[in-house]
């Protein structure tokens, strides 16, 4: 484990107020992620894990609330400031041109040039170095297209694009979601990389097997809030599906359920 | 790990186990590399010899993935079956080699236009006119008895005239989001009527040509029919293929050296000696003599014309970040955006270089012609043009293609436009079987798109 994580949290959320209309998406959310550490945002779909990424990420701005980087009060208002301060975000649709090589992609946007025209030499070695940093070896070529790569590749070069630019926050949305067995656990085993870095990974997943095999911290949503975040030895399985079903409010398992899907917010 | 699971070791606990240096190399089946997935990366990104390298591309043919070579094929076919069926053989002759060059030349700068259209997943169906109307612009010009501009002026002011309708039509299709397929049909029909218009001003009856004493209409002429000597177009082979062979070399052998991604040496050498075993056989058949009386021999300008275009363009598509970009806009739009690139002044900029490089055809045009009349088909042009591009393999989905696609398209469809008039047969089989040659095209682009997606799906797996 990661020395940094006993000190302050890289990035911490007090007090997070978001709504669109009359639908209360996040109330009073707080939430600590810590640099070195996998936190997991689960919860129900509707819970809005996907409104409070989009707030951190700066596609959302919250009505209220605070957001603190490295102990500093911060407002992110675009996906650029979010960028500038080292948060970046893994999309599940990825963002990859399948037409474009892993390269290319890894560079799209912040291309290297030399004498005005690209340097692929040292872009095709940067990017090399932080894939084999990432321990992405099964790649056969980084010249080949992304259309030719495997569910779990294109999710590991997506990532790899997202950790090239000094990051320190990697947020990934559902990144298992649409892969079989092994395809997971190379995607899992890069989010351990990602942790051993010393990098934050907030990750949202459903897959309570993803959660307990890579997560050091739970967080659980729960109609908009956060109703318990941990460390994941003081969940079980067990624990983890009441708080996301009920919030933890014991052994109530049916009641809320009807007002959970009057939160949804188009979550994809 | 310092996690205590109280669960039971799902699935996924597994790959934890081995903390060696690798514990994702474990976990794939050696034999996940299925043919499938061969198919889709290109062999001379993974070949080390000469013979991986050719099994790969065999698996890659079989796969759908093509690439150059129905287009490659489909010239040799049609060479060795007008050369069999043309009237004393004649499809061959160096004469005629040269004349289909020259009725190809506009069809492949048109078609390398296009590209930049096609790239973006859009279509510009007015550039032939548009090319046209340029091309008006500059023959006007340099008429001695009205303007008399110098050749370069009146050249210089035709391709602005071109770039700026280019950036017209790009803006209104960027800014106001209309399709650019109804846009530009607009385009093809106002630069229809402007053409008209261009071509009634001065005392030509519509009909301004290039024929007379003067040195500017004579270098506008020249741009189709003027040729360089036999000497000068050896030594032209020689600095050309000279100078690529050379980067090509030293490129390839520098990535090797770094240990990056490089074809094989075989294949380095196998791509330089080609290129100089076809540069000469050009080289050969232009200088001699086509003349049925007198002399007539060298490599006429309009092949430097296409190389220099070809170049530049090959090089903003493959070298620059603009090029970079269209290719990634026509990959994935949104990727781009969110990657910050400004999407929409890419796409502008690319609908004003389509028109400009339309406008170099439209003067190889009118010098082929030996001037312009009311009766040019833009509308076929950008036609041809489009079949063309997609005859050469660029998609008409966006994103694949490369500007020497135009180039051997054109060459397919002037092949049929020449061989086709050497039969004597009628416009309306020119017209059919160009037609169904496109049809031909668009189905192998469609399945070996579809054939992708799928492979791609079960390379997944």
Redesign the interface.
Known sequence: ?IEASVDEPLLTVRGLYKSFGAVQALSDVNLDVPAGQVTSLSGDNGAGKSVLIKCISGILEPDRGQLHWEGKPVRIRS??DSAALGIETVYQ?L???????IV??MF????R?RR???DE?SM??AA?ETLAGL????I??????V?????GQRQSVAVAKAVMWNSKLVIMDEPTAAL???????V???V?RLRDHGLAVLMISHN???V?????RIAVMYLGTIVKDDS??N???QSVVEYMTTGGLGVKTDGPSADAGAVEHGHD | ???????PP???????APETG????G???PTA?PAG?AA???PE??AQTMREYIHGAWLRIRGGESGMLPVVLGLIITAVVFQIVSPHHIFLSAGNIVNLFQQSAVFMVLAMAETFALLLGEIDLSIGYVGVVGAAIAVQLVQPVTTNWPWWAAIIASLLACALIGAAQGTLITRLRLPSFIVTLAGLLIFNGVLLIVLGFGPFSGYPTLTGPSPNLHALYNLMWGHITPAAGWIALVVIVGAMGLNLWFRDS??RR?G??APPVGLTVAKIVLMAIVGSAVVAVCNVNRAAVGKLEGVPWAIFIVLGVLGAWT?LLH???YG?YI??I???P???R????RVGSIRTWAFALCALTGGIAGLLYASYLGGLSNNVNGGQLVLYAVAAAVIGGTSLFG??GKAVHGVLGGLVIGAIYNGMYLLGLAVQWEFIVTGGVLIGAVTIDAVSRRG?TI??AA???
């Open positions: 484990m996906a650029h649709d963002a990859l041109a399948d037409n474009l090589d290319q992609n799209l946007g912040r291309e040039l005005r025209l690209l030499d095709e070695r090399g321990g992405v070896t099964t056969r070529s980084i010249r080949q297209p259309g030719s790569l495997s569910g079989g067995v092994t395809q997971t656990a190379m899992l085993n890069l351990r309570l097997n993803d307990f095999s890579v997560a050091d994941t030895s969940f079980d399985r | 790990m310092a996690t205590t699971d109280p669960g799902g699935p996924a606990e597994a790959p934890l690798n514990p994702i190399e976990l794939v089946d590399a997935e889709l990366v290109p990104i993974v520098r990535r770094s990056l991604v090089l070298r620059t970040r970079r290719y990634a026509g990959g994935n949104e990727a781009a969110r990657a910050g690139v994103g694949r992708s492979g791609g390379a997944g797996r």
